[in-house]
């Protein structure tokens, strides 16, 4: 560190211990996840991020909402009744294959850092659009602090961010940590599980 930096950091110091700067503290963090290929990446951060603050984990999956005119197109063929119930049966089969890999993938964590043993207070999944669902589950849940993953995908839309990244970080009045997801191969991944 170079003097200069020596300088502020000892003068916010002296702010915080006056009680000048009040930097909230982390309780809670909100993990949000799109279970795609590296996006575990991000949970590492999490987990640091919940180690370093003795904070606790919401893990959170949020299942798309069939939208547009596809759910009015399948009631003429199959009728309101048997699409409803398909595609209960189908979010059912999905919201379970899910809660089973985001545990296992937890107990992996775990067994790497016994630190991360119970840092993950609950792992939700809910039906509905991402970006919306993430900052209502952040204030249901009381959490500081967002973290996610993001792909950066596309040349001139979304260059740096992916849209629910973008949406969230519009709309949201908490910090929020964005993870860029390495590409290629990593040591973390949910398609293994």
């Known amino acids: 560190m170079n003097p200069t930096d020596i ?12 009680g000048r700067l009040m930097i909230p503290k982390i309780r809670r963090i909100l993990y949000a996840t799109d279970l795609s290929a590296n996006s575990a990446y991000a949970f590492r951060y999490a987990m640091n991020s919940a180690i370093m603050h003795d904070a606790k984990i919401v893990i959170l999956y949020v299942l798309e909402a069939m939208k547009g005119m596809g759910p009015a ?9 048997e699409r409803k119930r398909i595609y209960d049966e189908r979010v059912t089969d999905v919201m379970e294959r899910t809660r089973k890999r985001l545990e296992v993938f937890r107990q992996k964590e775990a067994a790497i850092s016994t630190e991360a043993a119970d840092l993950v207070e609950s792992i939700e999944i809910v039906e509905g ?24 995908k596309g040349i001139i839309s979304h260059t740096f961010l992916g849209s629910v990244a973008e949406w969230v970080l519009r709309r949201v009045r908490k910090p929020v940590f964005i993870i860029p997801l390495p590409k290629g191969e990593t040591d973390i991944t949910f398609h293994d599980i």
């Open 7 to 18: 300088y502020y950091l000892d003068r916010f110091r002296k702010e915080v211990e006056r």
């Open 73 to 81: 197109m399948l009631d003429g063929y199959l009728g309101e009744e």
């Open 129 to 152: 659009y991402p970006a919306e669902e993430i900052l209502r589950m952040a204030d249901e849940h009381n959490c500081d602090v967002i973290i996610m993953g993001t792909h950066g």
